[in-house]
């Protein structure tokens, strides 16, 4: 099992950059993929990025996110990042951390199995 805390959160003006951080606890953390998801005000939940487990070899980014934001792991600190630049407004949401272990599609929230309780990102215009 795992536990996920988000943070990093915060108000930047639009084209700013962002770094969020999701520090896991437990032992066994480099078998987990890892994604984020974000949810706007009245909105459903979406998939912004992933990584793979172990090595974090293989990266999957939503296309509106594609190129601005950088996903990243560091095992031995059981954290995972995610590097926001060229903030827009329409990025504004809460911002969750979530780890799997089952397959299936990354981009599916279905398949993850356990989630932090978010962090709020407002980006200003």
């Known amino acids: 099992q795992v536990q996920v805390v988000e943070s990093g959160g915060g108000l930047v003006q639009a084209g700013g950059s962002l770094t969020l951080s999701c520090a896991a606890s437990?032992?066994?953390?480099?078998?987990?993929?890892m994604g984020w998801f974000r949810q706007p005000e009245g909105k459903e939940r979406e998939f912004v990025a992933a990584i793979s487990n172990w090595s974090g070899s293989s990266t999957y980014y939503a296309d509106s996110v594609q190129g601005r934001f950088t996903i990243s792991r560091d095992n031995a600190k059981k954290i995972v990042s995610l590097q926001m630049n060229s903030l827009k407004p329409e990025d504004t949401a809460v911002y969750y951390c979530?780890?799997?272990?089952?397959?299936?599609?990354?981009?599916?929230?279905?398949?993850?199995?356990?989630w932090g309780q978010g962090t709020q990102v407002t980006v200003s215009s």
């Open positions: 979530a780890a799997r272990r089952i397959g299936g599609s990354f981009t599916d929230l279905r398949n993850y199995d356990y």
């Open positions: 437990g032992r066994t953390f480099h078998y987990y993929d």
